[in-house]
């Protein structure tokens, strides 16, 4: 369990990390750098964090108990055990305001290509940040949060999630074989997307055989996308009315978060 944890977390970080190239400074060479950082960072800490639980706690409690690390503050830190829950919590917080300010850009440019509502795609005036598609995420976040059951939500979103990531490393694949001349600013040894792909069929196929139902529910919010695409994507002559409507609610919504498009780079 906590290999495949520092699996899941070296992989979220190299995902995520993509999802920012534009706000890099050199990407081509701080990309990489990055990344092998990221890696060897999350690496270390959880094999030494494991390390320290086993020395600490017996395997037996960590099997029976619902939170080893307060067990881990309860025998070292004596009185001063309540600060392990918070440093839980800021880490927590601090995860998840990586993920909305990553995750946030998907819908951005999603806006910017057309594939999403055009209001996604807007910055707000005054921070300069992609207010529109932040709150979005927001509240497909809380959205998410009505389910109570955090196992079965994790299999909802980590079912689509990796199933979305090793159809991308797939088709990367299919164009270092059918195009190996494209040119590639950023590129890695064959082996390395390979064993990505390995690891993701792994992280695919194993909820489809433990959690089924979960795994079902999570194929119905990939499917949420379809009606998008239909929209904004494939269907190309779309009527007048239409237009007019998606005009007036997208400066609606301008005049109300303040956004304007972003300026283009020249």
């Known amino acids: 369990m906590h290999i495949s944890i520092i699996v899941s977390l070296e992989l979220i970080f190299r995902n995520y990390l993509n999802f920012v190239i534009e706000e890099l ?4 060479k701080n990309l990489p750098k990055a990344i092998w950082i990221s890696i060897i960072l999350v690496t270390c800490v959880y094999v030494f964090t494991n390390i320290a639980y086993f020395t600490t706690v017996s395997p037996d409690e960590i099997m029976g108990g619902a939170a080893v690390a307060v067990m881990f503050s309860r025998r ?42 055009q209001i996604l795609s ?12 932040v709150l979005f995420m927001g509240l497909l976040s809380l959205l998410y949060l009505a389910s109570s059951d955090i196992y079965a939500l994790i299999n909802y979103v980590g079912f689509a999630t ?17 195009r190996p001349d494209m ?3 950023i590129k890695v040894h064959i082996a390395w997307p390979i064993i990505y792909t390995i690891v993701t069929v ?14 079902g529910i999570g194929l119905l919010i990939i499917c949420t996308g ?32 303040m956004v304007v498009p972003e300026q283009k780079k020249s």
């Open 25 to 28: 400074k050199d990407p081509y």
């Open 76 to 117: 070292l830190f004596g009185v001063f055990w309540w600060c392990m829950p918070i440093f839980v919590s800021l880490s927590t917080f601090g995860g998840v305001n990586g993920i909305l300010f990553t995750t946030s850009r998907l819908f951005y440019v999603g806006g910017r290509e057309g594939h999403m509502p």
């Open 122 to 133: 807007m910055v707000q005036i005054q921070r300069l940040t992609p207010m529109p598609a």
């Open 162 to 178: 990796w199933l979305s990531i090793g159809m991308a490393i797939v088709v990367l694949l299919y164009l270092r074989w059918t």
């Open 183 to 185: 040119p590639r600013p």
């Open 202 to 215: 792994y992280l695919v196929i194993l909820p489809l055989y433990a959690s089924p139902t979960e795994t």
């Open 226 to 257: 379809i009606p998008v695409y239909a929209i904004f994507v494939a269907w190309k002559s779309k009527p007048k009315a239409f237009t007019q409507f998606m005009d007036k609610m997208t400066a609606t919504l301008q005049r109300f978060f």
